[in-house]
């Protein structure tokens, strides 16, 4: 896996913080805490080219290093932040590395 180059992206209007459009995601994956674990599954949010945001059942550590699989891409992310909503958790990761050489 190569690391993900960071291109500019204009927002479409002021009130916009990200630097990268984000592309709706409502697949299904798994979350990997460490190489030997069984994985969790998860449900992607939504996709940009730095990073994803999934619903989890449980909380993630900002800062906690993972691996995310989903039918498009394999990435180890860092997260960055994660909040509770309703009886579920949202979680947002930036990419470390992210292979989008087919399904996993």
């Known amino acids: ?7 500019a992206h204009t927002p479409a209007n002021p009130d916009e913080r990200r630097r990268l459009r984000r592309i709706d995601r409502a697949d299904w994956g798994r979350l990997y ?26 909380p993630l550590t900002v800062g906690q290093r993972l ?15 994660c909040w509770a909503r309703a009886n579920i958790w949202v979680a947002s990761g930036r990419f470390v590395t992210v292979d989008l050489s087919g399904a996993h």
């Open 33 to 58: 805490l460490s190489p030997a674990d069984e994985g969790i599954d998860i449900r992607l949010r939504d996709l940009s080219l730095d990073g994803v945001s999934l619903y989890i059942g449980q």
């Open 1 to 7: 896996m190569a690391p993900v180059p960071r291109p």
């Open 67 to 81: 691996r995310v699989t989903a039918a498009r891409f394999d990435a180890v992310l860092d997260i960055v932040g």
